[in-house]
Each structure stands twice: as structure tokens, then as C-alpha cells.
């Protein structure tokens, strides 16, 4: 597997505390993606990263922010969490030559 | 926005049977991956289609990508129950910035010994 982590693995947290997801990588990837994982709706892109500082906004954006200060870490920022995004958060890095996402561990976050 | 869709949302077999999985995108594509996610697992890269009509085989496992690059398909062969697990198709359109892909909801295999 890529050296690709996230932390925390678990996380309760309740209804308008700001929560923030952590993404590590070790490969010198240039893409990086979070995704949001429900039943019935696959993966959906929240954000992504195309190099340090630079970042977009992918399908399912509102009420997240990221960061990425280094090639190595991206950060997802949920300012004031709702219990609609209690969600499974994946973190996926691509390369420079192939499109091939490998994803890290999850993040299960439960908003109360 | 652009959509992709996946039937069967469930599919349970014998182990011995073949199973197959149908992706469809309400836009042409230029690429499409597929994923396979075990059980309380992350998704794990398959493979990848570029060209129309393309076929691509890996052991049990065939990949087809539509002459319209609209929709694509993935069949197993003889099911073992080590293939069980949900499996995403992922395109990418030449809209997108070309990294990023929309997934399908997915097909979640169970396979019965």
C-alpha cells in the first residue's frame, strides 16, 4: 500500500464544534483528494489539491475548507460540523504520470 | 452536473457463479477506473480504460469500456468468496482537470460458499 495516513481514525464530536481531518502522505504525489463515503452515494469529491497551496472545490463542498502548506499533508476543515456530515472520510493521493488513486485508511466521523 | 450510475446496487451469488457489474455516465468519458472495497477496508485501485472499446483482462476478472465511452462493465468469472466486496467505477471527463473522477454508488458483491 502507498504511505498514505489519516488521522484521526475515529472521531465523535458534536453539532457546531469545528473538526479537522488530517492527510499524510510519503510519496511525493502531487494530486490529493478527500471524500465523503455514504451508503448509496459511493465516493463524492470534497476537495482536491493539484500542489502545495493550490486547491479546488470538488462536488460536494459547502461547509468544508482544506489546506495544504506542505506536498506531504492535507488537511480537511469542517468550520461548525452538522450531523449531516457524520461520514466515513477518505484521503486518496495520485501521481504524476498515472491517474491511479490509492487511499488511505478512513476517517469515521460522527457528528452528534 | 455529470452523473454515473452502477446496477446492480446488490448482487448475491454462489461461489462458482459469474457476476457482472454495469457502469453508465450521463457523459461521454475519457477514462474510466474501477475499484474494489472489502468490508470495513478502503478502495482499492483496479484498473484503467482509455480507449474506446477496450477490453482488458486481469485472471477471473474482465474490463470492457464502451464504444461510446459512456458506460463500461466489469465480469467476474467462477466467484470466489475472496471476491467479495463493493465495487466502484470511477470517469473522468475532459471537463474535469483530468485527475478527477466521479464515482458510481456502487455494486456490493456477496458471494455464498
Known amino acids: 500500500d502507498a504511505g498514505i495516513t489519516q488521522s484521526p481514525r475515529h472521531k465523535v464530536t458534536e453539532t457546531g464544534t469545528p473538526v479537522t481531518l488530517r492527510c499524510h502522505q510519503t510519496?511525493?504525489?502531487?494530486?490529493m483528494y478527500w471524500y465523503r463515503q455514504d451508503p448509496g452515494h459511493g465516493l463524492r469529491l470534497i476537495h482536491y489539491?493539484?500542489?502545495?497551496?493550490?486547491?479546488d472545490k470538488g462536488e460536494v463542498s459547502d461547509g468544508y475548507s482544506v489546506s495544504r502548506s506542505k506536498t506531504e499533508d492535507f488537511l480537511l476543515t469542517l468550520e461548525s460540523a452538522t450531523s449531516s456530515q457524520t461520514s466515513v472520510y477518505f484521503c486518496a493521493i495520485s501521481g504524476r504520470y498515472s491517474n491511479e488513486q490509492f487511499f488511505g485508511p478512513g476517517t469515521r466521523l460522527t457528528v452528534l | 452536473g455529470q452523473q454515473v450510475m452502477q446496477i446492480p446496487q446488490y448482487q448475491h451469488v454462489q461461489e462458482g457463479e459469474d457476476f457482472t457489474t454495469y457502469c453508465n455516465s450521463s457523459t461521454t468519458l475519457s477514462n474510466i477506473q474501477w475499484y474494489k472495497q472489502r468490508p470495513g477496508g478502503h478502495p482499492v485501485f483496479l484498473i484503467q480504460l482509455v480507449k474506446s472499446g477496450e477490453v482488458k483482462k486481469q485472471k477471473r476478472l474482465t474490463f470492457q469500456f464502451g464504444e461510446a465511452k459512456k458506460n463500461s462493465s466489469l465480469h467476474i468469472t467462477a466467484t470466489q468468496t475472496t471476491d467479495v466486496g463493493t465495487y466502484f467505477c470511477?470517469?473522468?471527463?475532459?471537463?474535469?482537470?483530468?485527475?478527477?473522477?466521479?464515482f458510481g454508488p456502487g455494486t456490493r458483491l456477496s458471494v455464498l460458499p
Open positions: 510519496e511525493n504525489h502531487r494530486y
Open positions: 470511477a470517469g473522468a471527463t475532459r471537463d474535469n482537470y483530468g485527475q478527477n473522477f466521479v
Open positions: 489539491s493539484y500542489g502545495v497551496k493550490d486547491t
